[in-house]
């Protein structure tokens, strides 16, 4: 295990919820958190970007008034994802208020991350960085990144096209470092299975975006609770890179969802797409392929005690020999 002291005794469980694009807001941001798990959110969903500093002074407040309230429980630190490319015009704004308020973990994207660990670095914050491939990696390793997320096939939003079993294998062949992974995990069994396999935290984003607290629309919410893993479509053409999307989003907006055409890199756009009329994330919503395990809509908390029970359930049932249940019955919740 290659966890930072930052995370050690702050954890329920080794989970990070995912920055979810338009969803992920304060209110669940805080929910994670105080639920014992990092809660992340990106920058860009503040807006204007004024609004940043808001959020950062009301999450770094409430969380640092829960913890002193709650001395013996673990309350997780927060993280705020950067986008890394050019797209992004307001990059050093929101770099330097993560430096004024000392956020604790700053997610990185699309690009590697020399100038945001820079500034991170200058304060103790750790950085964790995007990547789909072993180049990608290696890359980000030289930038001086503190740990990599590995995004793997299925995973919601941006995902690589790599089997978790073969990309960790393969990544942990050259860093002994703090690994993430992404890619349909929604349930404490599959938490265990990224440890086992090489990762030290799961990285959780579709089953946070169908909670009370998420941004996500109602709509939305519920697609994600009637869609199965086979109902995600896997394509660049809404944002110029490659990721996933509820196919039921995508035909609703007129679009068929089997014969997608290559996107037009020339309008490649990160925020809400330029290649179509119907843009991701506000029109084409993003998710992964764990939405045939999401059935309800509970408050972030609630997800949480889930994922604490199958995880230590699972633990329980490999020590003693017996089959891992994927998923508690509605009794022991």
């Known amino acids: 295990m290659s966890l930072p002291a930052k995370l050690q ?17 304060p209110d669940l941001v805080i929910a994670q958190c105080k639920a014992g798990i990092v809660g992340s959110f990106p920058a860009l969903n503040a807006r204007p970007k004024e609004l940043l500093e808001e959020w950062l002074k009301r999450i770094t407040g409430e ?4 913890k002193a309230k709650h001395p013996d429980k673990p309350v997780a630190p927060f993280a705020v994802n950067q986008i890394v490319h050019s797209s992004n015009d307001r990059l050093q704004h929101d770099i330097d208020l993560c430096e004024k308020y000392q ?10 991350p020399d100038d945001v660990v820079k500034s991170a670095h200058r304060y103790g914050c750790l950085v964790f960085h995007d990547v789909i491939n072993t180049h990608h990696a290696k890359r980000a390793i030289q930038a001086g990144v503190d740990g990599l997320i590995l995004v793997c096939a299925g995973a919601g939003g941006h995902a690589g096209k790599l089997s978790p ?5 393969e990544v942990r062949q050259f860093y002994d470092g703090c690994v993430l992974l992404s890619g349909s995990i929604a349930n404490g069994a599959s938490v265990l299975a990224a440890q086992a396999i090489g990762a030290d935290l799961a990285y959780i984003g579709t089953r946070f975006s ?3 607290e998420a941004g996500a629309s109602d709509s939305k919410k519920q697609c994600i609770v009637e869609s199965s ?5 896997y394509t660049n053409l809404f944002t110029g890179v490659h990721g996933n999307y509820l196919k039921r989003s995508v035909t609703a907006a007129g679009l068929d969802a089997d014969n997608l055409p290559e996107a037009d890199k020339s309008k490649m756009n990160f925020g809400s797409g330029g290649n179509t009329g119907a843009k991701a994330w ?24 889930r994922l604490a029970r199958e995880y230590e359930a699972a633990k ?15 009794a022991a919740e």
């Open 316 to 330: 329980a049932a490999l020590f003693a020999g017996q089959p891992v249940p994927t998923r508690l019955p509605v």
């Open 103 to 112: 956020v604790p973990i700053q997610i990185t994207s699309l690009r590697a």
């Open 210 to 212: 169908a909670t009370r």
């Open 165 to 169: 079993f073969a990309l960790v294998a």
């Open 282 to 305: 506000r029109d084409i919503w993003g998710a992964g392929q764990g939405v045939g395990q999401i059935s309800d809509l509970p408050p972030t908390s609630e997800v949480v005690d």
């Open 9 to 25: 005794g702050n954890l329920r469980i080794p989970v990070v919820g995912a920055p979810l694009f338009i969803e992920s807001n």
């Open 229 to 233: 893993g086979e109902e995600i479509v």
């Open 63 to 66: 969380l640092k008034e829960y």
